[in-house]
């Protein structure tokens, strides 16, 4: 995994950027996507945009969500530590936690899904 810094409206963010065979996994402000090439095959769906993934390789440190609660969008859901640092997953939008795939104690790789929202 490495890092890349960028300007946002004047502010720098570091971004998470990891290589996994054709796909590209990219992390940033608790956001984790996936990129791959495009091929002729049918896109994947939407529902994909429900799922949290872990944004690196690390250790759960806090699951603060559970199956059925309602969330804010920046509610932090899951806490991972990687490389001596805390990692905040938090929720993108309003919702409710369908599930939850990691406990505090995990190891998780890069693009595991830690929560899944209700669409």
């Not at 998470?16 to 940033?28: D, E, H, L, P, Q």
């Not at 939407?46 to 993934?53: F, K, S, T």
């Not at 309003?94 to 929560?115: F, I, P, T």
């Amino acid at each position: 995994m490495s890092w890349i810094e960028i300007d946002v409206e004047g502010r720098k963010a570091r971004v998470a950027v990891a290589r996994a065979g054709n796909t590209v996994w990219i992390s940033w402000g608790g956001i984790t996507r996936r990129l791959a090439p495009e091929s002729s095959a049918a896109a994947a769906p939407a529902g994909d945009e429900r799922e949290l993934r872990a944004p690196m390789t690390g250790r759960v440190v806090k699951v603060a969500a559970t199956v059925g609660a309602k969330t804010r969008a920046g509610d932090a859901l899951v806490v991972l530590e990687a490389m001596k640092m805390e990692y905040r997953v938090a929720a993108p939008r309003d919702g409710v936690v369908q599930s939850v795939g990691c406990r505090e104690g995990d190891r998780v790789d890069l693009g595991h899904v830690l929560v899944t929202l209700a669409p």
